[in-house]
Every structure is written in C-alpha cells, then in structure tokens.
C-alpha cells in the first residue's frame, strides 16, 4: 500500500475510535423507555397515580401518546405536551379514545415505563408502537422527551409526511 492510503487508514481508524470512546459519554445522559405490563394495566384500569403529572400530545380528542412524569422532575418547556389535570375517570376517557382510534388503523396502544439513567421508573408512557421519542436528561434537571410526531396515525394510512421524524 502507499504511504497516503496508510495515513488515510490510520485517519480514519483514529477518528473511529475517539467516537466509539466519546459514544458513552454522549448517550449517559439518556434514559430508557420499556414495555411495561403494569402500566398496560393501570392505564387500562384508569388507576391514578398521585405522585404523577399527566401529560398528552397531538389531539385533545384522540392523543398520539399519554405519559405521566414523577413529580420531582420538571418537563422541558419546549416540547408540544399539554399537561392535563386527571382523576380515573378522565384516565380511562383517554385510554378509551386513544384505544378507539389506533383499533380504527388495526394498532393497539401499549404501557412503557420511563427510566432514569439508573433504571430507576420515574413515569410512564401509553401509545401505539409506532409513536416513538426518547427521554435525555439535561444539566438543569429538566427532562427532555419529545412528543410523537403529529401525523401518527395518518403515516398509517400512508398519507402523512415522510421524513420528518428520525425513523420515521
């Protein structure tokens, strides 16, 4: 091999591995979102939690997603959730409508607990498979998930707008 192409493999290689070593500092700030089946039930239950403030997004009629975050942390003012003040009966209003209208697209609405960078659950997320986010913690305490993107249910009909959203 000529000297150039070794300088640009050792460039390269160089670069590639800073990355890898930066990559677990950059992503420690992230939480995790997992199935949960007790959150399945209590949403579905309309069990309340009081240590929770409940948040929806997209319609006020059909929501894209519902989540309830502990209260010792605060919500980025950025993001588009709309906070909701819930009792149970108002709980299974959501989970009814928001399970009426994926049902209408063949989609089930399914429970996620939210995690801290420790695993620890600090709230809760209720939304068809397709309506996705991540949760990043920030330097002043606040939590960063961002809603779904707003045409959830249309991209299921094929007549949403592509390309908006990472994944989408």
Not at 46 to 56: A, K, Q, S, T
Not at 103 to 108: A, D, K, V
């Amino acid at each position: 091999m000529k000297p150039r192409k070794w300088f640009g493999l050792l460039l390269l290689s160089i670069l590639c591995l800073g990355a890898l070593a930066c990559s677990g500092s950059l992503f420690r700030s992230y939480g995790r979102i997992l199935p949960g089946e007790e959150t399945d039930l209590d949403m579905e239950g309309g069990v309340l939690h009081l240590d929770l403030c409940y948040y929806i997004s997209g319609s006020d009629l059909y929501p894209n997603a519902l989540i309830g975050l502990h209260r010792n942390y605060r919500l980025d003012r950025k993001t588009l959730w709309r906070e909701v003040d819930m009792t149970p009966a108002k709980l299974l209003e959501i989970v009814g409508l928001m399970k009426a209208k994926a049902l209408e697209h063949g989609q089930f609405p399914h429970g996620f607990d939210l995690l801290d960078t420790e695993g620890n659950k600090i709230g809760i997320w209720y939304s068809i498979m397709k309506a996705r986010t991540f949760l990043r913690f920030e330097e002043d305490g606040t939590v960063m998930i961002l809603t779904p993107k707003l045409e959830t249910y249309d991209e299921l009909d094929g007549s949403g707008s592509e390309g908006l959203w990472p994944g989408g």
